[in-house]
């Protein structure tokens, strides 16, 4: 039982390039959610899936894409990246008590 | 005002030492609530959740107050491996789509020998 695995762990890019995140669990739980996390603003909500095929914005979801084609997979996007997008980003499911399962971060950096 | 506040910290204390985290939150309608342990450059872990009553876990004891809209966390006898930051956090009722996990903004501990 792996929990909720991100990759990439690490990522380097231009501004203008794209990539994708992905983030896995194999809990088979319903939600799942994608944080970015930057020095002194603590965790914010970027999009959230409620099941298999939806999606729905968070807090600061300007920038990025998300789909949900398989309920173990949340694909985080980036089609044109920004500095301002340089942050710590975070994958989470949330069990059935409403706790949330986090994996262990991509690294973004946008020169 | 932001939805779940907590005092940044850091609070230093020596090892043994008990220490207090406070937090509040805005929305009384939230229904669950939690807190989370973040190492340094790692990724938020469960620590326990809060329940009405007050809960015990080892040397933490969380209590949370609705008529205040007020969580706490104790730590009894301090190790130096409880050095981290403590988030609050709070679960929105059932019926806020998604279920959304709203954070603080996290209060640091550092335990010194």
């Known amino acids: 039982n792996a929990g909720v695995t991100q990759t990439p762990k690490f990522r380097v890019l231009k501004t203008g390039q794209s990539m994708t995140l992905l983030c896995a669990q194999d809990m088979n739980h319903e939600y799942m959610y994608w944080y970015r996390q930057d020095p002194g603003m603590g965790l914010r909500l970027i999009h959230y899936s409620v099941g298999e095929g939806t999606t729905a914005k968070g807090e600061v979801p300007d920038g990025y894409n998300v789909s949900r084609l398989k309920k173990q997979n949340f694909l985080l996007g980036l089609e044109s990246a920004a500095p301002s997008q340089t942050s710590v980003y975070f994958c989470?499911?949330?069990?059935?008590?409403?706790?949330?399962?986090f994996g262990p971060g991509t690294r973004l950096t946008v020169l | 005002r932001k939805e779940v506040e907590q005092d940044p910290g850091p609070f230093n204390v020596p090892e043994g030492a008990t220490v207090a985290f406070n937090c509040t939150y805005s929305n009384s309608a939230s229904q669950s609530f939690f807190w989370y342990r973040q190492d340094c450059r790692k990724e938020p872990k469960l620590l326990m959740s809060v329940y009405s009553s007050g809960n015990e876990d080892g040397r933490f004891t969380a209590q949370l107050n609705r008529a205040s809209q007020y969580i706490s966390l104790l730590i009894r006898d301090s190790k130096l491996s409880d050095s981290a930051t403590y988030l609050c956090?709070?679960?929105?009722?059932?019926?806020?789509?998604?279920?959304?996990?709203?954070f603080g903004g996290g209060t640091r501990l550092m335990v010194k020998p």
């Open positions: 989470a499911s949330r069990g059935l008590a409403g706790e949330g399962f």
């Open positions: 956090v709070v679960n929105k009722g059932v019926n806020n789509a998604g279920n959304m996990l709203t």
